[in-house]
């Protein structure tokens, strides 16, 4: 069964770093581009990044640039979200999925999910 388990967030000080994992079940992880996405309470849930199947590309929302590293390890069928420097913000979930569309337009992230499926994700708090 097709299913992807995030994990790796939690509690950390503003300016500090957090590495996230998203293990991946039931298919070839290297036949898929994988993204990661966030959702805030009462906020829509965006795209953070993502990296391409074919080529390894990776892009980045604007906000996280030069912050945040995505590297996919295909052996181990799990992909990692690095982030340093975080900022204070409110609590977000984050969330991998496997996409049908990777890519930058111009500055813009643009990802689609390929399934309707979504995780429990991973909570990341930025507090002192």
């Known amino acids: 069964q097709v299913h992807l388990v995030e994990s790796g967030g939690g509690l950390v000080q503003p300016g500090g770093s957090l590495r996230l994992s998203c293990a991946a079940f039931?298919?070839?992880?290297?036949?898929?581009?994988i993204g990661w996405f966030r959702q805030a309470p009462g906020k829509e849930r965006e795209g953070v990044s993502c990296?391409?199947?074919?080529?390894?590309?990776?892009y980045y929302v604007d906000s996280v640039k030069g912050r945040f590293t995505i590297s996919r390890d295909n052996g181990k069928s799990t992909v990692y979200l690095q982030m340093t420097r975080l900022n204070p913000e409110a609590p977000a979930v984050y969330y991998c999925?496997?996409?049908?569309?990777?890519?930058?337009?111009?500055?813009?992230?643009?990802?689609?999910?390929?399934?309707?499926?979504w995780g429990q994700g991973t909570q990341v708090t930025v507090a002192s």
């Open positions: 990296i391409s199947s074919s080529d390894n590309n990776t």
């Open positions: 039931g298919f070839r992880l290297d036949s898929y581009s």
């Open positions: 999925a496997r996409l049908s569309v990777c890519q930058s337009v111009g500055e813009t992230l643009v990802v689609v999910s390929e399934d309707d499926y």
